[in-house]
């Protein structure tokens, strides 16, 4: 069974990083890309960014780019949102989501969804 | 603003039978692949509910159907139960955007 576990969600002050992590099993990590979506409270979904199985190539919403960075660590089966300089429409629940395949930025779907970490931005 | 339009609220008695629309313009977008669809239970994460158009995952009840045509896709839910409410997303991709995921801005049924 898949299981996809975010945490280093909190409180946080304006201006200050955090990163959040994903913990992946029951799937072999290595083979697919993986996303985070966020939703701030009340609000629909929104794709924030994505990482091809390998590290190759990376992508992200035009709302985060330069402040946001993903990574992996396969070896770990693990996902990673590094987030700079916070701000309080960063405000969300972010989903770690699982791909149908080994791109980012294929038109396919997203077969998996951690419970999400709940990042506040306030001071 | 999203490039896919859903009604935001939708409301309908058990056991009827209730269609959420997602919508696009084609002066707006580029190529637009197949929609998927998500159910988001009330304090729970979006799950994957319609993939492809019309396909369910394993374990979706087959009360839960989709379509779709030029310029729109349904997502139509026959026999409606309490445990249908909830928040519905509809998903795709846009060849005219890079990243190219979209959302829908999402659909509240509420079953009365």
């Known amino acids: 069974e898949v299981h996809l576990v975010e945490s280093g969600g909190g409180l946080v002050q304006p201006g200050r990083s955090l990163r959040l992590s994903c913990v992946a099993s029951?799937?072999?990590?290595?083979?697919?890309?993986m996303h985070w979506v966020r939703q701030a409270p009340g609000k629909g979904l929104e794709w924030v960014s994505g990482i091809t199985w390998n590290s190759g190539s990376l992508g992200y919403a035009d709302s985060v780019k330069g402040r946001f960075t993903i990574s992996r660590d396969n070896a770990r089966n693990s996902l990673y949102l590094q987030i700079h300089s916070l701000t309080p429409e960063d405000t969300a629940f972010y989903y770690c989501a699982k791909d149908l395949g080994t791109y980012y930025d294929s038109p396919a779907y997203f077969d998996y969804w951690g419970q999400g970490a709940l990042v506040t931005v306030s001071s | 603003q999203s490039v896919l339009t859903q009604p935001p609220s939708l409301s309908g008695a058990p056991g009827q039978r209730v269609t959420i629309s997602c919508s696009w313009s084609s002066s707006n977008i580029g190529a637009l692949y197949d929609i998927h669809w998500y159910q988001q239970l009330p304090g729970k994460a979006p799950k994957l509910l319609i993939f492809n158009n019309n396909n369910r995952p394993s374990g979706v009840p087959d009360r839960f159907s989709g379509s779709r045509s030029a310029t729109s896709a349904s997502l139509a839910i026959t026999g409606l139960q309490a445990e249908d409410e909830a928040d519905y997303y509809c998903q795709s991709s846009d060849s005219s955007l890079s990243p190219s995921r979209v959302f829908g801005g999402g659909t509240k049924l509420t079953v009365l």
């Open positions: 029951g799937f072999t990590f290595e083979d697919y890309a």
